[in-house]
């Protein structure tokens, strides 16, 4: 099942936060999008907004 995300977010930082986020996503055996958007959202939550909720996994067509 995947889940269909349809917001896109470009997000620049300084050289090496791109391969620090592969690295620490690799780590949690997560994707780079996935780990991205829990940590996002954790700070969202600790500054005192609720995120939005992920929406649930689409089922996949039967072949």
């Known amino acids: 099942m995947a889940t269909q995300?349809?917001?896109i977010l470009n997000v620049r930082g300084?050289?090496?936060?791109m391969a620090?986020?592969?690295e620490a996503a690799a780590?949690?055996?997560?994707?780079?999008?996935?780990?991205?958007?829990r940590a996002?959202?954790?700070r969202i939550e600790r500054v005192?907004?609720?995120?939005p909720a992920s929406p649930k996994?689409?089922?996949r067509r039967e072949a």
């Open 14 to 17: 300084p050289q090496g936060f």
């Open 5 to 7: 995300y349809i917001e």
């Open 40 to 42: 996002l959202s954790e």
């Open 48 to 51: 005192g907004v609720t995120p």
């Open 27 to 37: 780590r949690e055996s997560l994707s780079t999008s996935e780990f991205a958007r």
């Open 20 to 22: 620090a986020l592969n």
């Open 57 to 59: 996994p689409r089922k």
